[in-house]
């Protein structure tokens, strides 16, 4: 069955590095867009990257481009997130997910990872 | 950026009535040339991820039970729950992504009255 397991979370002070992994599973991921989508604590959900199958195309919510850069290794079937410059309002749970079987294009979210917890403070 | 405006924020059922939330976006999320609703609905009970429920505004997921459905296209969607069990108990978000960025609506609050 599909598995998504993040790694990475922690407590960062404001203006650090982090970087997030997803360990995947249950599929063929180098066939898959993959994103990250987080939720800060009592609030609702955040879509913040994609990255489509073949790595090369990617794009960003507004609040975290120019600072967050997410990538792939097909060959390890893991999605990274590189989070610089951290703020106190990043942090959130961040969910690694996969989309859904559309067969290319645009996809809905089919798979959620647990999530992992990011808390920015001094 | 498409606004994804749910309602109500919250609202309490008694169990096994129908619950009913709507969901509206800025602009058409109906694409002609797939014919399609780029509209998804997802549960989030306390402590776990989001789950999804439905996809192109009325498929449901595999394992959904038939007690959910959806409807609507264009601009204005809903999420009925026929018969609330006190395992729906939830927040629900509607979803478009008919373009980046994806945006949620902001949840809408299911409890049993």
């Known amino acids: 069955q599909v598995q998504l397991v993040e790694s990475g979370g922690g407590v960062v002070q404001p203006g650090r590095s982090l970087r997030l992994s997803c360990a995947a599973s249950?599929?063929?991921?180098?066939?898959?867009?993959m994103h990250w989508v987080r939720q800060a604590p009592g609030k609702g959900l955040e879509w913040v990257a994609v990255?489509?199958?073949?790595?090369?195309?990617?794009d960003y919510a507004d609040s975290v481009k120019g600072r967050f850069t997410i990538s792939r290794d097909n060959s390890e079937d893991t999605l990274y997130l590189q989070m610089d410059s951290l703020r106190a309002e990043d942090t959130a749970v961040y969910y690694c997910?996969?989309?859904?079987?559309?067969?290319?294009?645009?996809?809905?979210?089919?798979?959620w990872g647990q999530g992992t917890l990011v808390t920015v403070s001094s | 950026d498409i606004v994804m405006t749910q309602s109500p924020d919250s609202l309490a059922v008694s169990l096994g009535e129908r619950a009913t939330i709507n969901c509206k976006s800025s602009?058409?999320?109906?694409?002609?040339?797939?014919?399609?609703?780029?509209l998804a609905w997802y549960q989030q009970k306390p402590g776990q991820p989001p789950k999804l429920l439905l996809y192109?505004?009325?498929t449901r997921e595999s394992g959904v039970p038939d007690r959910f459905s959806g409807s609507g296209s264009g601009t204005d969607f809903t999420l009925t729950i026929s018969g609330l069990q006190a395992e729906d108990v939830a927040i629900y978000y509607c979803?478009?992504?008919?373009?980046?960025?994806?945006?949620f609506g902001q949840g809408t609050k299911v409890e049993v009255k």
């Open positions: 990255i489509w199958s073949d790595g090369t195309t990617k």
């Open positions: 192109w505004a009325s």
């Open positions: 997910a996969r989309d859904g079987y559309c067969g290319g294009g645009s996809c809905y979210v089919g798979y």
């Open positions: 249950g599929f063929t991921f180098r066939n898959y867009a």
């Open positions: 979803q478009q992504y008919y373009g980046t960025p994806w945006t």
């Open positions: 602009q058409s999320v109906f694409y002609s040339s797939t014919n399609k609703n780029y």
